[in-house]
Each structure stands twice: as C-alpha cells, then as structure tokens.
C-alpha cells in the first residue's frame, strides 16, 4: 500500500516531470513488524523479504517507464537490523540469554541499599537507561555521581551486561575509546536519558521479546546502503565502513547544494561520483 501512495504521489505531483529536482522518501516499515513478531530467523520473515523484493522490482520498473531509468537517482538502506531470539543463538552454539529487568533491578537496589541506606535509589530501566529517584537523591542529599558509579558496578556484575557508563563519563567523554563508549555515546541524550547508560552482551536482550534491536552489535548496526542511479553511479561494492548519516552529504552534491546544517556523514566513496 505505500509503494502505491508513492505511485499516486508520482503521477498526481508530476514528480520528475521538469528540471526541478524532487525527493520522494517512502518507508516501507511492513518487514520490522514481521520480524517483531514472528523473529528475523523466521520463515515468515524470510518470506516477507522476497515478497519485499518482488515489490520494489516492480517499483523500479515503473519508475523506468514513467521517469526514465536515467533521469532517477534511488537510495535504499534501514534504520537498524535485529538480532536473532536467544533460544536461536543458542541452538547455533553461540553464548546467548535473557535479562529479567525487575530481578536485575531488585539486585541493584539492594546493592545501592548498603551503601547509601534505604530505599529505591533505582527507579527502572529506560532506553538502556538506568533511571534513578532524584526526589530520593535530593532528599536523602545522596551524591548522585557516586551512586552512579556504584550501580555501574552492580550492573555489570550482572550476566548478560557488556558495557556500562555514568552521566558524568558521557558527559566529559572521559572513557573515549573504552568498549562500547562512543555507540553509547550517541544513543544518550543528558535532558531525557538515565544516569547510567549500558550495553547486553550479544545475544542477550530484555524479557521475553521475540526480536529486538538497539545495541551497538553488528547484527544490529550493519544495514545495507544501496545506490542505484546509472547517470551518476557506476557499478561497484564498497567494503569500506561508511554510515547511514553518509547519505544526506551524499544526495546533496549530487543535487549542488549545501548539505543540511545538522548533516553529521560525509561524503560516500561511490564509483563514479
């Protein structure tokens, strides 16, 4: 349906009818509701990617014939992958298991508990975040940089944590180059994330999920970027680590303009380009 509404968008817009450049973004979001549900090793999953792939070959064929294979550039890449059930990785023979957040969080309260006193200093878990009380912190005068640095430690003392690091180590980038800093890094934000911010083990993940994803792990993070676009790009295969964020300096020396202010990527080494 939404490669229709892009149809529907081409032809009532009269996209790529003029010397005007136009961008169509379409998200075709159906492939990680079925991975949610039914797992990224499932048949269903595999099935729904050839299904996938039929679709956008079709796609690609009308846009030869309504734009001309010369006159488009197209882009296709994903925001994440998802790693594979525990009880999968395990019957591969990888180490791999699940995390109970409330046990996890009842282990690392009572540990902060015999430091600090009593009380619930660990609010719960959060964008792989660890949330503490601060009306608690404020009104026991508790040092919150001290009781991150302890809940650090109980956490990875748990099984199934990789990394773990305080709002004061993110925050001065104390901890540069250490497992895990920089991806952790970038996945926390000082107004809305917790005061300790962590990583599992691969193979390892909250509950009783099906599928997730979020880790800095590269079943997670490696995604394809496919470029496809005869007048500008040549054929070819890049191996060379490059990212997602690539794309918009990328798109905007191919339309000669200034890359958007927040642009963070550089430019992709694409053959031809």
Request: hydrophobic share 40%.
């Amino acid at each position: 349906m939404s490669l229709e509404f892009a149809r529907a968008a081409i032809a009532g817009e009269q996209l790529g009818q003029d010397d005007i450049p136009d961008i169509l973004s379409v998200s075709l979001s159906g492939h990680d509701y079925v991975n949610h549900a039914f797992s990224a090793e499932s048949r269903l999953s595999h099935d729904h990617l050839l299904q996938l792939d039929r679709l956008l070959q079709a796609f690609f064929r009308d846009l030869d014939a309504r734009i001309g294979k010369d006159n488009y550039l197209a882009v296709l890449t994903a925001d994440h992958g998802f790693m594979p059930s525990p009880e999968y990785s395990a019957s591969q023979g990888r180490e791999s298991g699940r995390v109970n957040s409330s046990q996890v969080l009842g282990r690392v309260n009572a540990g902060l508990e015999k430091r600090f006193g009593p009380g619930k200093w660990a609010a719960g878990f959060s964008g792989s975040s660890l949330l503490f009380d601060k009306q608690l912190i404020a009104q026991k005068q508790a040092n919150a940089d001290a009781l991150a640095e302890e809940a650090r430690a109980l956490l990875m003392a748990e099984p199934g944590f990789v990394a773990a690091y305080t709002r004061r180590e993110l925050q001065s980038g104390s901890r540069a180059g250490a497992p895990f800093f920089d991806q952790i890094r970038k996945s926390w934000h000082p107004d809305v994330s917790g005061d300790v911010q962590y990583s599992l083990k691969p193979g390892w993940m909250f509950g009783n999920t099906v599928a997730t994803h979020g880790s800095p792990h590269p079943y997670d993070t490696q995604v394809p970027i496919l470029v496809y676009g005869p007048a500008w790009v040549k054929p070819g295969r890049i191996d060379a680590r490059v990212e997602v964020v690539d794309i918009a300096p990328t798109l905007s020396r191919v339309l000669r303009v200034a890359p958007p202010s927040s642009a963070e990527g550089k430019l992709l080494p694409l053959p031809g380009l």
